[in-house]
Structures are given as C-alpha cells and as structure tokens.
T-cell receptor, first 118, second 110 residues
Framework: DAGVIQSPRHEVTEMGQEVTLRCKPI?????LFWYRQTMMRGLELLIY????????DSGMPEDRFSAKMPNASFSTLKIQPSEPRDSAVYFC????????????????FGAGTRLSVL | DAKTTQPNSMESNEEEPVHLPCNHS???????IHWYRQLPSQGPEYVIH???SNVNNRMASLAIAEDRKSSTLILHRATLRDAAVYYC???????????FGAGTRLTVKP
C-alpha cells in the first residue's frame, strides 16, 4: 500500500495567487482529514470528511479556504487568495470509520505539503 | 476531546528505557487514550492506544493509571530513530477527529 499521497510536496507562490493542495487517501478508507501545522499553533484540524461528506469544518480559518472530496479517492484543499500567513505544512490523513468503537480508528498521515506564500 | 498535559521536552540516552508522561485529569469514562509521534519532516504516525488496561505492541507499551487520570508511554530501548514529538490525545467513543496538543519533544543522545 502506498499510503496517503499528497501533492505537491512543496509549493511556493506569491500572495494573492490561488493554491490547490491534493490528497489521495488509502484505498478503502472512508474518512479523510486536513490538518495545518505551524510553529506558533502546532497541528490544527481544518476539516474532515466521512464518506465524501464534510462533517466538521469549524477549523477552516476563513472563507479563503475551501475543501472538496468529489470521490472516495481524491480530495483538494484550496486557498484563494493566498496570504503569507497561510505558510505552513498541510497534512492529509485518512482512516476507516468502523461500525464498532470509533475511538479505535487509526489515522494514517501523508508526508505533507510545505506551502510558502511570499 | 478532553485536554491533556505533557512536558515540553525530555531527553534520553540511546538503548535506555524512556517513560513519557501524560496527564488527563478530565478524562471521561468513554475516552480512549491515543499516542502518536511525529518524526522530523514527516507526518504523525500512530503508536498505541488504550482504554483502561495496559497495552503492549511492537513499538511501545502504554501504562494507564487506575483512576485513568494519567498515562505513560514506555519505549523500552530508545534508539536514535525514536527522536520525535510524541502526542498524547484523548478520543471520545463517538468522535472521529483528533485534537493535537503541543506534545513532548524527545531527544535521544548516543
């Protein structure tokens, strides 16, 4: 299994440009999570999906951020327009939401996308 | 998720045991205790989890206090590759998300 695949690994862009981050979850996983990590704020949950449906987007910083999951094997996180304070490492994770105890569900993380907005 | 408290950093010598503490005094009866770690320049990875009883796996052991208000992650023989930030997280039985704290940065000295 290739694990969770994120692209690109690094993105450098200028303020005001649109940025799209991509994630391919592990095949068979039905939950997908987007996190952002900065030195100041640590690892923050932005949004998560169950069965392609957004469940909790309370962590999305503002309207400039949007996330979609058009099918079970692909998700995008878009920032439009981007700002320097969006510079961070963005992680995608996936898990299986089982019929039993949800607390057992293990999240598998991708390698992250390091975003720099100049 | 209920809040957890961990030391900011710890040091260990290579091949010695490491005990990483976590306090969670407001844990509810249905909260599971999860541990993840994040190696440098990588995403977090699962280490172990438990509810009430101590747990062992190939990576580590988890010792849970009888009152469940604290737990300890035990690495039996630390290696240089175990240098990472270790996160202790409480997950409710009906939640599918995790809230990471600051974690403990473990340094392993040769």
């Amino acid at each position: 299994d290739a694990g969770v695949i994120q692209s690109p690994r690094h993105e450098v862009t200028e303020m005001g440009q649109e940025v799209t981050l991509r994630c391919k979850p592990i095949s068979g996983h039905n939950s997908l999570f987007w996190y952002r990590q900065t030195m100041m704020r640590g690892l923050e949950l932005l949004i998560y999906f169950n069965n392609n449906v957004p469940i909790d987007d309370s962590g999305m910083p503002e309207d400039r951020f949007s996330a979609k999951m058009p099918n079970a094997s692909f998700s995008t996180l878009k920032i439009q327009p981007s700002e320097p304070r969006d510079s961070a490492v963005y992680f995608c994770a996936s898990s299986v939401q089982g019929a039993g105890s949800l607390a057992k569900n293990i999240q598998y993380f991708g390698a992250g996308t390091r975003l720099s907005v100049l | 998720d209920a809040k957890t408290t961990q030391p900011n950093s710890m040091e260990s010598n290579e091949e010695e045991p490491v005990h990483l503490p976590c306090n969670h005094s407001t844990i509810s009866g249905t909260d599971y205790i999860h541990w993840y770690r994040q190696l440098p320049s990588q995403g977090p990875e699962y280490v172990i989890h438990g509810l009430t009883s101590n747990v062992n796996n190939r990576m580590a052991s988890l010792a849970i206090a009888e009152d469940r208000k604290s737990s300890t992650l035990i690495l039996h023989r630390a290696t240089l590759r175990d240098a990472a930030v270790y996160y202790c997280i409480l997950r409710g039985v009906n939640t599918n998300d995790m809230r990471f704290g600051a974690g403990t940065r473990l340094t392993v000295k040769p």
